[in-house]
């Protein structure tokens, strides 16, 4: 999970050009287990950008180098926030989609971002009770 949080913390920053903090891990899937002496990599991509806050999506594929097999391990997604230089919430840049597949990311990344929303707000209408 750590790893997974650095990998997708990086892309953030690449398109902020800033520092990033992690706000929300919004879900993390595993479908198999790495093994021992597997080989893993993390692919993260920038799904969506809002004003300050930004929602990566980081896939684990983990490769046995003897047989070359490769497995999609787990995915997440998770949500960071650019930071200016006095540690305060900074705009970021707008994502220019380009292709399908960005813009189907994209909108998947929006239904998520609105559902965050609307758990906040219900946390926020219904304190926790002692």
């Not at 479908?31 to 004003?51: E, I, K, M, Q, T």
């Not at 650019?82 to 707008?94: H, R």
Request: with cysteine; aromatic share 6%; net charge neutral.
């Amino acid at each position: 999970m750590k790893i997974v949080d650095e990998a997708g913390g990086i892309c953030a920053m690449r398109h902020a050009q800033r520092l990033v903090v992690t706000v929300a891990i919004d879900s993390m899937t595993f479908y198999s287990p790495v093994h021992v002496g597997d080989v893993v990599a993390f692919h993260a991509s920038l799904n969506w950008v809002g004003r300050t806050s930004m929602e990566v999506g980081v896939r684990v594929v983990a490769e046995n180098p003897v047989t070359g097999q490769r497995k999609h391990t787990n995915t997440a997604y998770l949500v960071y926030v650019a930071l200016d230089e006095t540690g305060q919430p900074a705009t970021v840049p707008p994502l220019i989609l380009e292709t399908d597949e960005e813009r189907r990311r994209w909108a998947e990344a929006e239904q998520r971002q609105q559902r965050r929303l609307e758990r906040k707000k219900q946390k926020v209408d219904k304190p926790e009770q002692d």
